[in-house]
């Protein structure tokens, strides 16, 4: 099946600085990569849509000067958190979507832990 | 926007009972699709329905996608420990393109 990674698995950083993370489809060529956060024993919550060469697509309530998504080839996203506050902890999950193998189905990544002191 | 309600929340259950969870919309899906969640994980897909009315199974579990497009229901039987973990039900509308709607999620535990 087709895979997706996401690198790191956990981080921890300070407040105030800025977190990359990275979504991978490993074996196919990612159209479209979703980005979601998860605050615990809650649901995944969309937080923007990224096609790929194209600017993302934000959900009303993500502040896009905070979350800036790239998109850049067909095998990579990246989220990163500007400035990040404790209230930015949360478990932040990726998916990438393609017509193949499987059309419109959204894989899913293992998610990156991530922890602001 | 769309909602799904899921239900139940959580289920405390005893090894080799049936279990049966459930999610209802306001508004139609073209697809249902179930996701089960590990602790620290990301979720992996378990069916996938695609028609009004089709039941669909794999191993254990049985899912089936309402007649009014507006339900859906997953099953699994003579449960195990390893099938604690949260469940998420999820809809899908062609023309969102693959943008999917998440319930709530049931939290299943499976007592030995």
């Known amino acids: 099946g087709a895979v997706v990674s996401q690198h790191p698995s956990r981080v921890i950083c300070k407040s105030g600085t800025s977190v990359k993370i990275e979504c991978r489809s490993l074996d196919f060529q990612a159209t479209t990569m979703f980005w979601y956060r998860q605050f615990p024993k809650k649901s995944l919550m969309l937080m923007a849509t990224?096609?790929?060469?194209?600017?993302?697509?934000?959900e009303q309530g993500v502040e896009k000067d905070k979350f800036l998504i790239n998109h850049a080839s067909l095998t990579l996203s990246t989220l990163t958190v500007t400035s990040a506050h404790p209230e930015d902890s949360s478990f932040y999950i990726c998916?990438?979507?393609?017509?193949?193998?499987?059309?419109?189905?959204?894989?899913f990544g293992p998610g990156t832990r991530l922890t602001v002191l | 926007g769309q909602q799904l309600n899921q239900s139940p929340q959580s289920m405390f259950i005893q090894e080799g009972e049936d279990v049966s969870m459930n999610c209802t919309s306001s508004?139609?899906?073209?697809?249902w699709l179930w996701y089960k969640q590990d602790p620290g994980e990301g979720p992996v897909l378990l069916i996938a329905?695609?028609?009004?009315?089709e039941l669909t199974s794999n191993g254990r579990l049985t899912a089936q996608f309402g007649i009014t497009r507006k339900d859906s229901f997953l099953n699994i039987s003579a449960s195990i420990p390893s099938d604690v973990g949260i469940y998420f039900c999820?809809?899908?509308?062609?023309?969102?393109?693959?943008?999917?709607?998440f319930g709530e999620g049931t939290q299943l535990t499976v007592n030995p």
């Open positions: 998916s990438a979507s393609s017509p193949w193998p499987s059309y419109n189905e959204q894989f």
């Open positions: 990224s096609n790929e060469g194209s600017k993302a697509t934000y």
């Open positions: 508004s139609i899906f073209n697809t």
């Open positions: 999820a809809g899908q509308l062609t023309t969102s393109g693959s943008r999917l709607t």
């Open positions: 329905l695609y028609k009004a009315g």
